[in-house]
T-cell receptor, first 110, second 114 residues
Framework: NAGVTQTPKFQVLKTGQSMTLQCAQD?????MSWYRQDPGMGLRLIHY???????DQGEVPNGYNVSRSTTEDFPLRLLSAAPSQTSVYFC?????????FGQGTRLTVV | AQSVAQPEDQVNVAEGNPLTVKCTYS??????LFWYVQYPNRGLQFLLK??????LVKGSYGFEAEFNKSQTSFHLKKPSALVSDSALYFC????????????FGSGTKLNVKP
């Protein structure tokens, strides 16, 4: 039981490049979500999903796309990276009222 | 609007002394309240939560938190701090009626000195 697995752990992108942050969970949780963590701002919700085939926007969705084709996977896509997207990204998976977080992806856009 | 405030960016305490990390919240419905801890280069780890019932909630590693509805607060406490408690602590809230949104405070760095 690995919990929530995020890849990669570190990534540097050039402005305008695209990439996908991967998130997988093996706990059969329906609810999954993506957050970004910025200094002095806590975690902000980007997108979330309440089950396969269902996604919705959080607080800061602009510049990000998600899909949920399976219960296990919830990838986050940056279509055209911008320096403002430099951040640490966390994926979370939930059962009941508590969330389990991955170890994060540190993304730098130059 | 829903929000969480952690008024202290940093809390310093000596090992063995009691510690308190403050959190106040604002939600339009009934709150579910949480504390998470983050160690360097790691994800968030769940400490405790308040859903309903007893206002004093006990969690992992000897931490506890008290829900105070009139003051809209959910302060994290520990009777005797350890150096290993040094980390970044986040308070979070979600509404029982709008469960999909999870709002986090900005975090408080706890420094426990030997």
């Amino acid at each position: 039981n690995a919990g929530v697995t995020q890849t990669p752990k570190f990534q540097v992108l050039k402005t305008g490049q695209s990439m996908t942050l991967q998130c997988a969970q093996d706990m059969n949780h329906e609810y999954m979500s993506w957050y970004r963590q910025d200094p002095g701002m806590g975690l902000r919700l980007i997108h979330y999903s309440v089950g396969a085939g269902i996604t919705d926007q959080g607080e800061v969705p602009n510049g990000y796309n998600v899909s949920r084709s399976t219960t296990e996977d919830f990838p986050l896509r940056l279509l055209s990276a911008a320096p403002s997207q430099t951040s640490v990204y966390f994926c979370a998976s939930e059962q009941g009222s508590s969330a389990f977080f991955g170890q994060g992806t540190r993304l730098t856009v130059v | 609007a829903q929000s969480v405030a952690q008024p202290e960016d940093q809390v310093n305490v000596a090992e063995g002394n009691p510690l308190t990390v403050k959190c106040t919240y604002s939600v339009s419905g009934n709150p579910y309240l949480f504390w998470y801890v983050q160690y360097p280069n790691r994800g968030l780890q769940f400490l405790l939560k308040y859903i309903t019932g007893d206002n004093l909630v006990k969690g992992s590693y000897g931490f506890e938190a008290e829900f105070n509805k009139s003051q809209t607060s959910f302060h994290l406490k520990k009777p005797s701090a350890l150096v290993s408690d040094s980390a970044l602590y986040f308070c979070a809230v979600r509404e029982a009626e709008n469960f999909n949104k999870f709002y986090f405070g900005s975090g408080t760095k706890l420094n426990v000195k030997p």
